[in-house]
């Protein structure tokens, strides 16, 4: 039976059925809900929250519970996530999972408590020093956030890599009904042969492999592999589409509206909405017509991230002839009308392309 959850409290429940047993966190709007739920949650099922005395610290203790094996999780917003860049770093470099959420807020520095994506290019190329990258999946419902989150303890200890939920502001802090999955296990730590189990046996890098030896090729061929396997995505009405929306989050639900409209007006116009926004799903674009006229991001951004990479999509999948347009509406989103309205000004000639 469905229930009726708020975005923050559902993320928080959903990694606890997916085995999360430590949280470490810092409170930060629009996220604090996540923490807070989680403090009164955690110790009735026996497991571990701490409110660390920042963001950076709780970043490190997570480095320490998933060297043990332990299934983990922080989360904050856009400044707290500016302080955790050096430690996601490390966690990288050390091969460890665990799981990121962020809830963004509008804005650079300490910006505002309005919904955006500003935090894209952040999560996608990463704020820490060194070779890396973050799975990063963006739901678009609490339900599908719920589905990630279910999934990704999964996928960060197959990778031995983190995973981050990129949320806004508005899916934390809107309710919608939703269901939950059944409660649980990670893997007990004698099944994880690269655990610091306190008798003395080295971390191992990979399989066996001593931290460090041969990490360039290793590291190339980790993230080579999760290009190829974690690509996700959902495609709109594309097959025969002149014209090719491309939003994730919350501006896909409003772009979903106005395709509705300008398809009721004869204009064959569909969408590609990313999941996954590292790897970023360039396998999407090949479902769409090798001739469409134009490529359109829709975004809360101030002026254009996601855009770039559906520039670097169209051209990888051979569609790299046709423009791209951008609608960048900051902390608004672009209502399904003012979606309407700039399609209809690209397709006469009235926007500038971006590339």
């Not at 997916?18 to 709007?29: D, E, M, S, V």
């Not at 571990?48 to 094996?69: D, H």
């Not at 989360?75 to 470099?93: D, H, N, R, T, V």
């Not at 649980?184 to 690269?194: A, I």
Request: glycine share 8%.
């Amino acid at each position: 039976m469905k229930e009726l959850w708020k975005g923050n409290h559902a993320i928080a429940e959903a990694a606890l059925r997916a085995g999360c047993k430590f949280y470490a966190g810092y409170p930060i709007t629009p996220q604090t809900e996540v923490g807070e739920y989680l403090s009164g949650r955690m110790p009735e099922l026996g497991r571990t929250f701490i409110q660390a005395e920042n963001e950076m610290s709780a970043c490190y203790m997570l480095q320490g519970a998933s060297s043990t094996g332990m299934r983990c999780m922080t989360s904050s917003s856009g400044p707290g996530f500016a302080l955790k860049q050096e430690a996601i770093g490390y966690l990288c470099s050390n091969w460890l999972p665990a799981l990121f959420v962020n809830v963004i807020r509008w804005g650079p520095g300490l910006g505002s408590l309005d919904s955006a994506q500003s935090d894209y290019f952040q999560a996608t190329r990463g704020g820490s020093n060194g070779d890396y990258r973050l799975v990063v999946l963006a739901p678009a419902s609490i339900q599908e956030t719920i589905d990630l989150i279910y999934e990704s303890y999964e996928i960060a200890e197959k990778y031995r890599n983190p995973v981050e939920i990129l949320s806004e502001a508005a899916l934390g802090q809107m309710m919608e009904a939703v269901e939950f999955p059944e409660f649980k296990e990670g893997p007990k730590q004698e099944e994880l042969d690269w655990v610091w189990n306190g008798v003395g046996d080295r971390h191992k890098f990979n399989h066996g492999t001593p931290l460090y030896a041969d990490k360039p090729r290793r590291v190339r061929e980790k993230i080579a592999l999760m290009e190829a396997n974690e690509q996700r995505w959902e495609n709109y009405l594309v097959e025969d589409a002149d014209y090719v929306i491309v939003a994730y989050g919350i501006p896909s639900r409003t772009s979903r509206e106005a395709i509705d409209k300008l398809r009721a007006k004869g204009v064959k116009i569909g969408m590609v909405r990313p999941i996954s926004l590292w790897p970023f799903p360039w396998k999407a674009f090949d479902e769409v017509k090798s001739d469409v006229k134009a490529f359109m991001s829709v975004e809360t951004t101030d002026a254009g991230q996601l855009v770039e990479d559906v520039a670097l999509a169209a051209k990888k999948s051979g569609r790299g002839a046709a423009p791209v347009y951008g609608l960048f509406t900051g902390q608004n989103f672009a209502r399904p009308s003012e979606i309407v309205e700039f399609v209809e000004r690209v397709m006469n000639g009235e926007e500038k392309e971006v590339f």
